[in-house]
C-alpha cells in the first residue's frame, strides 16, 4: 500500500472517490495522458483532506503503478498539481495581498508505503513532508496538521491502519 499526499491547484469534485482511466503515452512521449498510446489500465484514490481557498491536500492512493498515474488522473480530473507544469498545474500562485509564491517543484510526496508480511505484521515506511511543501501550503492559509492527516488517515481502501 503506498500512500501519496499532494497539493491540487483545485480540490476534486466529489472530495472522495477513484480516478479510472487508461494511461498511455501523450504525443511528446515524455508524457503521459489518459487514453494514450499503448494505454494500460490505470486507478488511483483520492481524497481531499483539507481545503486553503481553492487549493487542496490530497491524500493519494495508486491501486496500480502508470508512470505519471497520480499526475495524470489529477489533472484529468481538473486538479492539476500545484508545480506541474507538464500536466496543467500552476507554477506561481498570487496572493490576495499581492505576495506570490513560487514552487520549483511538483508538490507530490511519497509519504507512507506498508507491505504486509506473511507473517500477518507490516513493514512501513514513512518520509516526512518536505518543508519546501510545508511552507508553501501554510503561505496558502492552510493548517500544517492537515499533512498528518492526509498521511496517517485510514487507508483509502482498507488496508492496515
Do not use: M
Not at 129 to 147: H, I, M, N, Q, Y
Amino acid at each position: 500500500l503506498r500512500r501519496y499526499v499532494a497539493i491540487a491547484c483545485r480540490g476534486p469534485e466529489p472530495a472522495k472517490g477513484a480516478w479510472e482511466g487508461a494511461v498511455g503515452r501523450a504525443k511528446d512521449p515524455r508524457k503521459r495522458v489518459v487514453g494514450g498510446r499503448d494505454a494500460a489500465h490505470a486507478r488511483s484514490l483520492y481524497e481531499v483532506v483539507a481545503r486553503a481557498g481553492q487549493r487542496a491536500i490530497l491524500a493519494l492512493e495508486p491501486e496500480t503503478g502508470r508512470t505519471h498515474q497520480l499526475r495524470v488522473h489529477a489533472a484529468h480530473a481538473g486538479a492539476p498539481l500545484v508545480g506541474d507544469s507538464d500536466y496543467g498545474g500552476d507554477t506561481r500562485i498570487v496572493l490576495v495581498s499581492g505576495r506570490v509564491l513560487a514552487v520549483r517543484r511538483i508538490a507530490l510526496h511519497a509519504g507512507r508505503v506498508v507491505v504486509p508480511r506473511s507473517s500477518g505484521k507490516v513493514i512501513e515506511v514513512t518520509a516526512d513532508v518536505p518543508a519546501e511543501l510545508r511552507e508553501f501550503w501554510t503561505a496558502l492559509g492552510g493548517l500544517d496538521e492537515a499533512w498528518n492527516r492526509a498521511l496517517f488517515g485510514p487507508w483509502l481502501k482498507g488496508g492496515p491502519r
